[in-house]
């Protein structure tokens, strides 16, 4: 019988392989590893298809548009924030409003899945910010001894409207810089509730608006029965009425103590160097 021949390296005995052999077997290696990475490849592609179609049909895409606690709308996602949101709407509210505002309401983005069917322009979000937020207007606040009494439309106004009062005591050759309140009366630019705001026909008729207080009278030397009452602003039945058994010809002694009525304006004037002009002597 034929025996296969091997050739073998006369040095080592090991069969001996020709240049060809390794040449095919580098190249059968190469195919097999570019067939792995091939495959690697496919399946990496499949993976990321199979997430981009969840993300797409499960993936947070968009934004609920939150003022307060309520959505009013669904955005795509991008990089606007809700800050962005709240100062576009607040700059146009102030541009048509004309004055100063501040949004009350938290504005909020909360990242949903939507259809691009159920969202809206960032133009139209803000939109609908302006119609749904509770704000604030800047407005003139009087303070009467650090208590907020009225609110008026601008601190202009609030400075004019006690102004006017202070004018109204004036005398020929006076001017209001005679007379103040005898209150700690302050005005101030804050932002409040529109809601506050009072006319300044409404909030004049209040701070001159008078109430009548009960007070005593201590007579002094030039009194006289009718002297007394015109200086309360009392008629003579008026006086006699507070003080039984006074009459016109009751004889007056300095000293004696009568009752009297005084109108009392809810916003009380002296003289600047501290004559009463709203009443008489306590």
């Known amino acids: 019988m034929r025996k296969d021949y091997v050739r073998r390296n006369n040095t080592t005995g ?4 020709s240049s060809g052999e390794v040449r095919l077997k580098k190249r059968r290696r190469r195919m097999r590893n570019e067939q792995k990475i091939k495959m690697l490849i496919i399946a990496a592609m499949i993976i990321l298809a199979a997430f981009i179609a969840f993300k797409a049909a499960f993936g947070k895409n968009a934004f609920n548009v939150k003022v307060g606690d309520n959505v009013i709308c669904t955005i795509e996602k991008s990089r606007i924030t809700s800050d962005d949101i709240k100062n576009t709407a607040q700059a146009a509210m102030i541009k048509e409003l004309g004055t100063n505002i501040q949004i009350r309401d938290n504005i909020t ?4 899945h939507a259809s691009k069917k159920k969202t809206v322009t960032e133009e139209y979000a803000i939109t609908q910010v302006k119609k749904a937020a509770a704000y604030n207007v800047e407005a003139g606040v009087i ?13 202009d106004s609030a400075d ?7 004018s109204s005591y004036a005398a020929d050759g006076e001017t209001a ?13 804050e932002y409040v509730d529109s809601q506050e705001i009072t006319s300044y026909d409404e909030a004049l008729k209040k ?14 030397k030039g009194d006289t029965v009718n002297g ?9 039945a008026e006086l006699f009425t507070a003080n039984p058994g006074l009459d016109e010809k009751s004889i007056l002694h300095i ?19 501290g004559k009463t002009q709203s009443g008489g002597t306590q």
Do not use: C, W
């Open 160 to 166: 004019k409207l006690l102004n006017d009062i202070l």
């Open 143 to 155: 303070r009467i001894g650090g208590e907020k009494t009225l609110v008026l439309n601008s601190k």
């Open 228 to 236: 007394i009452a015109k200086r309360y602003g009392m008629s003579l």
């Open 207 to 220: 701070l001159t608006q008078v109430t009548a207080e009960k007070r005593q009278h201590t007579v002094v």
């Open 177 to 189: 810089a005679d007379y103040k309140f005898k209150l700690g009366v302050q005005t101030s630019a």
């Open 14 to 17: 090991t069969p001996y392989v």
């Open 109 to 112: 983005l909360v990242p949903v």
């Open 255 to 273: 000293g004696d103590v009568f009752n009297v009525t005084v109108q009392v304006p809810f916003l009380e004037v002296e003289r600047a160097e």
